[in-house]
């Protein structure tokens, strides 16, 4: 079975603090998605990462694949209280499904 | 352009009452996929279809649970004899074509929260 652990499963920091939240597996995904989820609302894909050891930024988050594409990590810089949310990783699992991690709820406080 | 759009956003059904949840993709996509979230849980996968076929139902329970997407109109998903264990937030997101074990870009609707009485 292919699962995705994320941790942690909670975190509350303060505005300007560095954070650095992750994505786990046994299993070996072609690619790994990070999505940003508001409650009330649907998931928003912040990036998707497809090959081993690839960087990607966008603006203050820094997100990596792991060599062996089983992991991934989503640093964020100089947090603020826009970047409270919930964080999914996801990735392509057997067939079509989608499989997400439970996620990582992120609070900045002001 | 719209976004993806999923009707009702809020759903409360007694014990053995049927619940339809719409979902209209976004334009330009075939395909639909339905997720099922538990509170502090993730999203789990239940269904992915394109117009007039469901191509992998595997997350779908057995019992109870159908999904359509017609050739004109929403896709629907359909939860009969509705129990407690049903509530949850349904999502529907759309795509282009994936190929199987692909990746693709999927956009989420606001999601329907289902609450059985």
């Known amino acids: 079975t292919q699962l995705l652990e994320q941790s942690p499963q909670f975190l509350s920091i303060q505005e300007g603090e560095n954070l650095t939240v992750y994505c786990n597996s046994s299993?070996?995904?072609?690619?790994l998605q990070w999505y940003r989820q508001e409650p009330g609302e649907g998931p928003v894909l912040l990036v998707t990462?497809?090959?081993?050891?690839e960087v990607k930024k966008l603006k203050r988050l820094t997100f990596q694949f792991g060599d062996a594409r089983k992991d991934s990590s989503l640093h964020i810089t100089a947090a603020q209280p826009g970047d409270t949310g919930l964080y999914l990783c996801a990735g392509a699992g057997r067939g079509f499904k989608t499989i997400f991690g439970a996620g990582t709820r992120l609070f900045v406080k002001a | 352009n719209a976004g993806v759009m999923q009707n009702p956003r809020h759903l409360v059904r007694r014990r053995g009452q049927e619940a339809r949840l719409r979902c209209s993709p976004m334009k330009g996509h075939s395909h639909v996929y339905w997720y099922r979230q538990l509170p502090e849980e993730g999203l789990k996968f239940m269904v992915y279809?394109?117009?007039?076929?469901?191509?992998?139902e595997s997350g779908m329970p057995k019992e109870r649970f159908s999904a359509e997407f017609p050739k004109e109109g929403p896709s629907i998903l359909r939860i009969q004899q509705v129990v407690r264990g049903d509530s949850a937030a349904y999502f529907c997101a759309s795509s282009p074509p994936r190929r199987e074990g692909g990746t693709d870009t999927q956009y989420f609707g606001p999601g329907t929260r289902l609450t059985v009485l």
């Open positions: 299993s070996v995904f072609s690619s």
């Open positions: 990462v497809v090959t081993g050891g």
């Open positions: 279809l394109q117009k007039e076929n469901i191509i992998d």
